[in-house]
């Protein structure tokens, strides 16, 4: 009776360092079905054992540059240590086009422009249980200096600020109650009525006259 439209969804996931969202997004993969993960452009070194075109596509400042030329991201920004990210419209849009929902794992830079381009985005802001909560996972993952850690820290004072520009805020105090809170909202989206592409109930008068049949023929019976 509802056909709805067959293109997939994109999904912004944002927050600050630290906050779980990561975590979060994979849980996400592994739990729906026809859902990927959008591989960004970026020009800093591969970390531990991450994969050119599996963790992210690394290239050169100049690559990426000679992209923002000719306007092949849907968004790029400049964050930490003056490295480049990006994200290829072409891959967003081949995926969305064959029906499958893509997740966009960025910054709220990044997010500002795809919601200025792509106004059928979903933006869902991940939110940590506390600052408090949030100092002690950036200092214990021991990844960063201690001038690093500070940075993500006052940066995500910042970001929490544009928390009212999303859609949906999740509260990571619990991770498996943020992925159901986080499943949930994509079903929901997915059951808007501006995603109806085709809406057919019938005719209204044939309708009405196999009710009477029907009920003519359970009277009779």
């Given at each position: ?18 906050c ?13 079905d ?26 050169t ?22 490295k ?27 997010a500002r ?7 059928d985005?979903?933006f869902?802001f991940?939110?940590?249980p ?15 200096t201690?001038?690093q ?10 970001e ?10 999740v ?21 808007r ?9 019938g005719?209204?008068?044939?309708i009405?006259?196999e ?11």
């Amino acid at each position: 009776m509802i056909k709805r439209k067959e293109n997939g969804l994109l999904i912004v996931i944002s927050g600050p360092s630290g906050c779980g969202k990561s975590t979060l997004v994979q849980m996400l993969l592994e739990k729906r079905d026809n859902i990927t993960l959008s591989i960004s452009d970026t020009t800093r070194s591969p970390r531990g054992e991450e994969k050119d075109g599996v963790d992210y596509n690394f290239i050169t400042p100049k690559e990426f540059k000679d992209n923002i030329k000719k306007d092949k991201y849907l968004e790029y920004a400049m964050v930490y240590n003056d490295k480049y990210y990006g994200t290829q419209s072409d891959f967003v849009d081949k995926h969305l086009n064959k029906g499958t929902d893509v997740i966009l794992e960025i910054d709220i830079e990044g997010a500002r422009k795809v919601n200025e381009k792509r106004k059928d985005a979903v933006f869902i802001f991940v939110m940590p249980p506390s600052m408090k909560v949030l100092k002690e996972r950036l200092v214990n993952r021991q990844t960063e200096t201690k001038e690093q850690v500070i940075e993500r820290f006052k940066k995500a004072y910042k970001e929490i600020n544009e928390v009212s520009k999303y859609n949906y805020v999740v509260v990571n105090d619990n991770l498996d109650d943020a992925l159901d809170k986080m499943n949930s909202i994509i079903t929901c989206e997915k059951c808007r009525v501006d995603r109806i592409e085709e809406l057919d109930v019938g005719n209204q008068e044939e309708i009405i006259h196999e009710i009477l049949m029907d009920f003519d023929k359970k009277r009779d019976d």
